[in-house]
């Protein structure tokens, strides 16, 4: 089928029930989105769609088929052939009588079509069996929903349609679905439609014209009848009339209109020999009831020479393509208002000729009852001038007076209108694909940068604007990283590193969805997050503390590639004021400034494994807020001086799967990447590589479920601001320089292993500075 229909039977869908339905009708019978109109689709297509909207709308597949015969007929008059179905007939039967000849008309735009095929015949009640043909079973509840609609568009009739018999038809070639719907004509109008249209004017202008031409109609029978009577005396009684006499006798004035009564004249002898009538119409044939051919005309001679020996039988040089029966005269009578079209047999054609393609007639019959001969008045069914050339064949082969000449340039203008329609449909649809295309890139970058900068930051970036640098009074600040990370790197190749820290990392980004907080940056086995920025919330300390505990509870499930067990990680929390600004141009970073990042470092080098450790403003700000927390006591912070510090526990009100995210007991996933690694790679390789299959493997991770906050305005916490910034000053003995610069690349650690305790004072470790060292190699390798 022709694009054409699946078109409709999309804007059917779509009408009716919505671009939602569509959607899922589309996916599940797996067809594309759009078609093109000229462009030729397996039938398959169709059924599929049809089927799966019977099975989605739950409807029966005849009352699906006869609602899009409803809509194509509606379909069809939207797309510019209202004028064209309207000027088939002036009734219902005429309509269908010809829609043959419309398909035929049709075919010479859509060459590939398998249109079916109408017969109608009248019964003496008044109605009428309508014969449906056609090589696609199962959809002929259509034609109720065609017809039906055309009866009441065009004749202001409803009709009632029930199939009285379905056959496989036996005269047909090959088996074709033959079936016989009666048709019963209703009133002009039910009392429905009276209503709806008695009180307009234009209803009551038809009825007046209705009225009119019944009463012409009258008129016209009674004038006949006299006409009649008029004739016979005078042939009884001859008498001398002159010339406008004889015109008033068979012209009469009734209301305001010429009336005239036809009888056809026919000479005693038919006034045109032999020659011409065969010149004249140079594509005729006639034969008999043994399809013996009597008589040709002299082109179609020119075709097929075999013509010019009279007494062959006609289907030894031709096969009837449309309508599709057996070459019979009785089959041929049958179909006598249908519109046949013959094609030469290639076999009967000189063996010079049967390289051409073969020539197809298209025509009408008409049977001659004295004579018990057929004539088949017939022209070239030539689409193009290419297919006048292929048969070489010239206009001057037709006859003046055949259309056939008028309409073979006329196509291909069309032809070369359609092909243009086409090419920019073809257009439209590469632009439709590949704007849907550049809509999901740009989703994806727009994603990678959300991920790299703040959402209103990349905005600005992308709008060409420069992002001023701002101050936020009160933010919280958290920093991880992995005990005895250097060990590990010393003992493991690159490749294992990267695996383990892409497991934990890849957790850690998880929980910052969930808690709404902002990753910075990472930095080797560094993690830095930090709430309340760029977004001023005034919960960003219970935030960032949650996902402390978060990232606590992640880290368990992160294999050391070295022992096999968890790996242990150190947090510390801080909080204060910064400036957070963006840095460079090449790879902008969104950076925090400030004394408030440093401290927060140090809250993480001077921690201990597996812990949380809070500055006293991060306590503070934890105190009344459901949080079970520990004193440390007092400490030796490098460059800071003693801090009174304090461990986080646990979170009183909130549950695990809360803090993790999940909305059950949170399943073991893992999204890493894998690597495929050479053959020769050593055994403890191979073994991590195995071992990050395995998570990988394993099922897909639950949704995130983001956990609930309530913040308030963040412009009441100025005030506290200062206090916290005064008990700074009063356990560290010194006030902090806010315009110092803090980040990840800051100090260097204390000892990766101080398991001290808690009123002990930490002191460096000697082997800090390799490790860092280590860490910086390991980035550059990165």
Known sequence: MYGFINTCLKSLVVEKYGEETWEKLRIQAGVQDTFLTFE?????ITMQLIDKACKMLDVPPDMVLKQFGEFFFEFCKRSGYDHMLRTLGGNLYEFIENLDALHSYLSLSYQEMNAPSFRVEKNEDGSMHLHYYSDRRGLCHIVPGIIGAAALDFFNTEISMEIVNQTEEEERTGKKEHIVFLVTQKPVFSYKKRNKFSSSPQYIADSGRRIEKQLNKEGIEKNMKKIRDRTSLVSVCPAKKNHWETIRGIVTLGRGKLLRGFDPAYPTTLWIDTKTFCNGLPFHIVFDEELRVKQAGVSIQKIVPGLQTLGIRLDHYFSIVHPEVTFTISSVQKFINSQFVFRTRREMMPESWKQRPMLELRGQMIWMESLQCMLYLCSPLLRTLHELEERQMHIADIAPHDVTRDLILLNQQRLAEMELSNQLERKKEELRILSKHLEEEKKKTEALLYAMLPKHVANQLKEGKRVEAGEFKECTILFSDVVTFTNICA???????????NSMYLRFDRLTTVHDVYKVETIGDAYMVVGGVPVPVSTHAERVANFALGIIIAAKEVKNPVSGKPIQIRVGIHTGPVLAGVVGEKMPRYCLFGDTVNIASRMESHGVPSKIHLSPTAYYCLKDKNFEMTERGEIEVKGKGKMHTYFLIRNRTATENEIMGNPIKELDSDHESVQS???????????????????????????TIAMKYIDGPTETQASYKGRSQERIMDLTGKTHDVESYGHLHDGQQPGNDPYLPNQERIKPAPEEPQNRNVRSNFCNLI
């Open 40 to 44: 030729v689709y397996k039938d398959e």
């Open 677 to 703: 690694f050479h053959e020769s790679r050593i055994k403890m390789i191979q073994s991590s590589c195995q071992q990050a299959m395995q998570l990988s493997s394993d099922q897909d991770q639950p949704p």
């Open 491 to 501: 003992q493991c190749e690159p490749i294992q590193i990267v695996l383990m820290l």
